[in-house]
């Protein structure tokens, strides 16, 4: 933090990485053979939404360039608010790589329109096998870079911590794994 920051008490928003996120695609044969992770064919970007002409653009712009994709690729793409007033673009893919394409596209449209702060994670979903197909999310924090899972229990709001440590030490090598739990958020209510 720099001498001003300070005296003003003041930091810099902290700029979002999204060039991790590719480390997905090839996570995937490791997560479906070692932890029965299947792919669901759903995966979503969340992002705080900024109440400007800008943003409005920049999200005409991406609608645009979503529903080119979905052509090509016949990803099913739609979006909503969460009872936080946080932004989802949800996407629906039987191909797990074109959900990670389409994801990454997303962050790179906001990031160059300069909206890349307003990023706060990917969210891909995927269902563990011998649980009945429970839900198992790898969430990736556009700030910190890194990936880590969060597996809901139940109903309510609850989680299966043990799990996430189990998956999270698995994986350890082939994402980029979070190294401290503590920002391994919960995220209540994902749409998909």
Known sequence: MGFLETLFGRTKPVKSKSEQ????????????????????????IVFRPVDSSYFREAEQELSGLLALSSKEDAVHVESQTDRFGFRWIILHDSE??????????????????????????AVFRLNQGDAGNRPVYWVYNYKRGSFYPFVPQGSGERRDNAAELHFSSVMDGELPIEKAPEHWYPLWGIPF
């Open 96 to 121: 797990f790589e074109d959900l990670v394409a389409t994801i990454h596209m997303v962050s790179l449209t906001l990031t160059e329109k300069g909206f890349g702060d307003q990023l706060l994670a």
């Open 21 to 44: 996120l590719f480390a997905m695609s090839t996570a995937s044969i490791t997560l479906q053979t070692k932890l029965d992770l299947q792919a669901a064919g759903a995966a979503g």
